[in-house]
Every structure is written in structure tokens, then in C-alpha cells.
């Protein structure tokens, strides 16, 4: 019987434990199921991952596990793809092929002069990691190339709202609520 009482704790806890390394932005808490990746903006520039299949561009990203919130899958997605730890904040934008993509805030810095060492965890999908201009982007780069357009307006849009922000302070800390 305590082994039962026991399993039953632990299953109820689980959800909560996998919350707890899901940092989100207070006030921008989603409970969406579905794959999803981040947009992080630095000095006008995305970060992107350069996918080891064929060398296109993308965000970090990729499919959730069962149970997970999509800001949890974007958050897990990117610390394996690009070994940077962000907080998730709002959602931007549900892509075309229902990909969710969230503005993420870096939770420490990271080299913008040059390309982000790739993590061991990202070896098998990621051959590259680096910052880019949007001006920098073209379609036949991109992963998806049906979402580029998408994309770039999405992205255009965050840096003018972090353009604004930066007025107000000089770091890429996420908006307290």
C-alpha cells in the first residue's frame, strides 16, 4: 500500500516538476500543447541554428514530449539545440505548419561576435550556431521555406518591440509584470 501511495505522488508531481525547469515569463504563461522553438533577438540580430541535414537555417526547436506545455518544448528544444538557457515569454506566432514560436529571453549572456559553440546534446541535429541580421536571410537558406516570409515578419516586428524596450533598459532581461 505505500509503494501504491507512493507512485501515486510521484506521478501527481511529475507535471509540476517538469514546470519548475520551464522558466516563463510571469503574466505570459501558456498551457498550449504543441511542437514549438524560440525567436531570441540580440542587437538586432536571431539566433539560429543551422540544421547538420543540408545546412538550412531555423530557430531552435522541435516536436513536444507527451505531457508537455509548448513553452516547456521550446525551452527543452533550444538548451539541447543550442545549449543557451532562456525564459520563455509570449507567443509571436502559430506557423503554418502549427510549429509554435515564442519570444525567448536569454537568462545569460551570449557571445553575439561571433558563432555559439554547438552543445553535445545538439551534435546529431545542429552543425552550426550563430547570430544573424535578418537582411543576412534568404529563402532558399531556410528550413522551412514556405514560412519565410512568416518568419522574417514575426522577427522584424520583435526587434522593433525590443528597439523600444532597449530605450527603456539595456538588456535582453525579460519584461517584469
Same mark, same amino acid.
Given at each position: 500500500?505505500?509503494?501504491?501511495? $507512493?507512485?501515486?505522488? &510521484?506521478?501527481?508531481?511529475?507535471?509540476?516538476?517538469?514546470?519548475?525547469?520551464?522558466?516563463?515569463?510571469?503574466?505570459?504563461?501558456?498551457?498550449?500543447?504543441?511542437?514549438?522553438?524560440?525567436?531570441?533577438?540580440?542587437?538586432? /540580430? +536571431?539566433?539560429?541554428?543551422?540544421?547538420?541535414?543540408?545546412?538550412?537555417?531555423?530557430?531552435?526547436?522541435?516536436?513536444?514530449?507527451?505531457?508537455?506545455?509548448? /513553452?516547456? &518544448?521550446?525551452?527543452?528544444?533550444?538548451?539541447?539545440?543550442?545549449?543557451?538557457?532562456?525564459?520563455?515569454?509570449?507567443?509571436?506566432?502559430?506557423?503554418?505548419?502549427?510549429?509554435?514560436? $515564442?519570444?525567448?529571453?536569454? /537568462?545569460?549572456? +551570449?557571445?553575439?561576435?561571433?558563432? +555559439?559553440?554547438?552543445?553535445?546534446?545538439?551534435?546529431?541535429?545542429?552543425?552550426?550556431?550563430?547570430? $544573424?541580421?535578418?537582411?543576412?536571410?534568404?529563402?532558399?537558406?531556410?528550413?522551412?521555406?514556405?514560412?519565410?516570409?512568416?518568419?522574417?515578419?514575426?522577427?522584424?516586428?520583435?526587434?522593433?518591440?525590443?528597439?523600444?524596450?532597449? /530605450?527603456?533598459?539595456?538588456?535582453?532581461?525579460?519584461?517584469?509584470?
Amino acid at each position: 500500500m505505500t509503494t501504491t501511495r $507512493y507512485l501515486i505522488a &510521484t506521478l501527481l508531481l511529475l507535471p509540476a516538476m517538469a514546470l519548475a525547469d520551464c522558466p516563463r515569463v510571469p503574466g505570459q504563461e501558456d498551457d498550449r500543447r504543441a511542437n514549438a522553438g524560440c525567436l531570441i533577438v540580440r542587437d538586432q /540580430q +536571431v539566433l539560429l541554428i543551422s540544421h547538420r541535414w543540408g545546412g538550412k537555417l531555423g530557430v531552435p526547436g522541435g516536436t513536444l514530449e507527451p505531457g508537455e506545455l509548448a /513553452q516547456c &518544448t521550446a525551452y527543452r528544444e533550444t538548451l539541447e539545440e543550442s545549449g543557451v538557457r532562456v525564459v520563455v515569454g509570449e507567443r509571436l506566432q502559430v506557423m503554418k505548419n502549427g510549429f509554435h514560436l $515564442y519570444r525567448c529571453h536569454l /537568462q545569460q549572456p +551570449v557571445d553575439s561576435g561571433g558563432p +555559439v559553440d554547438v552543445p553535445r546534446s545538439g551534435l546529431a541535429e545542429v552543425s552550426a550556431i550563430d547570430w $544573424y541580421p535578418l537582411s543576412s536571410l534568404s529563402k532558399a537558406r531556410w528550413r522551412f521555406e514556405y514560412q519565410f516570409e512568416q518568419f522574417l515578419q514575426v522577427a522584424a516586428e520583435a526587434m522593433q518591440s525590443e528597439t523600444a524596450r532597449a /530605450q527603456g533598459f539595456a538588456s535582453d532581461e525579460p519584461p517584469e509584470k
